[in-house]
């Protein structure tokens, strides 16, 4: 567990050192955010969707998965909206960053430890990959440029990466996947370096509405998402233990940093995204052995 979660930590913490010191000068988080956003996540994506079958994306589990999942946006969409006063793109991110768990650089590691292989993680990324992502962008996408909307699939690189990687599965030949899959790879680095240098010289956002934002998504992403989950699988789907235990160990996982590459990308609120990420990796772990050592206790 704690190798799984040490690169995220350490990472970040690079990313803080590296504002403070300004040593990429003072459009550096600005440049590698578009790095990660425009170049390193696209690669990435179209790597993985274009190897991967689709017939992982299906099955009892996933639904469950996917339906906490979106019943958690949804709750977060809701706080962002009707509580707390956010636009439309803040909304959105808010539901993402209570529900859009980190399934990749975490994910496997975790999957590996606590569930014996990566059979089930694969079809968390492809649902939100392809499921999530697109809906969350064109939430944010048509909340601030409505009036080109109808040109996002053509305008967001996130997007075509996937669109294109679902038509070629399977026919992209190893000369081009092995230079994605290498581009690909400095998509979940840069991603953290990012995020940890917007750590340093930021103006906190004053007053308890803050707060009692952050303490809201972080609660809604540790706490709600994992319990919405078993009680789905649970109560009203009856899932086998083994595939309960995957489906609440994922709902379980931190808040991933690809919603704090987008709220920046689209120039939305970073702050609580990216101490939603912060507080619930350091959360999660609890989070994560405690749900675990339940799941396998129950009979």
């Avoid at 170049?39 to 299906?58: E, G, H, I, N, Q």
């Avoid at 290498?182 to 707060?211: C, D, F, I, N, Q």
């Avoid at 709600?224 to 109560?235: D, E, K, N, S, T």
Wanted: aromatic share 8%; hydrophobic share 50%.
């Amino acid at each position: 567990m704690i190798a799984g979660f040490l690169p995220i930590w350490l990472l970040t913490a690079v990313g803080y050192v590296t504002g403070r010191t300004r040593i990429l000068g003072d459009q550096g988080e600005i440049v590698l955010g578009r790095f990660v956003f425009h170049v390193a996540m696209p690669a990435a994506l179209f790597a993985m969707l274009s190897t991967t079958s689709l017939d992982r994306f299906s099955g009892w589990a996933i639904v469950t998965f996917g339906a906490g999942t979106a019943l958690t946006c949804l709750l977060g969409f809701a706080a962002g909206r009707w509580v707390f006063g956010r636009g439309l793109g803040d909304q959105a991110i808010s539901g993402m960053a209570a529900g859009y768990v980190n399934s990749a650089n975490l994910g496997i590691p975790v999957a590996v430890q606590l569930l014996g292989n990566t059979s089930f993680i694969v079809s968390v990324m492809l649902f939100q990959v392809l499921v999530v992502t697109p809906i969350v962008l064109t939430v944010i996408d048509g909340g601030t440029q409505i009036r080109d909307f109808l040109l996002l699939p053509a305008r967001n690189p996130i997007i075509i990466a996937c669109v294109l990687g679902v038509v070629a599965s399977g026919h992209v030949p190893q000369q081009v996947l092995g230079p994605c899959r290498l581009l690909g790879a400095a998509a979940v680095p840069a991603a953290l370096v990012t995020l940890g240098m917007s750590l340093h010289g930021r103006t906190p956002e004053p007053g308890p509405r803050s707060r009692g934002e952050l303490a809201v998504t972080v609660a809604l992403k540790t706490v709600v998402q994992p319990c919405v989950a078993f009680v789905l699988g649970r109560y009203a789907i009856h899932l086998s233990r083994t595939d309960l235990l995957a489906v609440v160990t994922c709902s379980a996982l931190p808040t991933a940093q690809n919603a704090f590459i987008y709220a920046r990308e689209y120039g939305l609120r970073t702050e609580l995204v990216r101490n939603t990420i912060v507080a619930s990796s350091v959360l999660s772990m609890g989070s994560l052995l405690l749900t675990t050592s339940l799941l396998s206790a129950h009979r």
